[in-house]
């Protein structure tokens, strides 16, 4: 049987933290199905109480795009 990873995902520490901007930790999750990368910061309320907190970006695969050539174009607008 197949490891289902579905609904499941990790965090690890980002070792290439270089600002505070970037995550303190990083990974991927799957959520029905789809996969995402996870990036998490640890912050502070105002209250004093740690939380974690998370962002969601789609792993899209890079298609690559064709450029359209000017001269397509123009004949486009060609009306004869």
Known sequence: MAYDNTNSGALFKNDRKETER?????????VDGVEYWV???LNESKS????L???????????????????????????F
């Open 48 to 51: 004093g109480t740690k939380f």
């Open 22 to 30: 970037h995550p303190d930790y990083k990974g991927s999750v799957n």
């Open 53 to 79: 907190s998370l962002k969601l970006t789609p792993k899209q695969e890079q298609s690559v795009q064709q450029p359209v050539a000017a001269h397509a174009a123009a004949d486009e607008d060609v009306p």
């Open 39 to 41: 990036n998490s910061w």
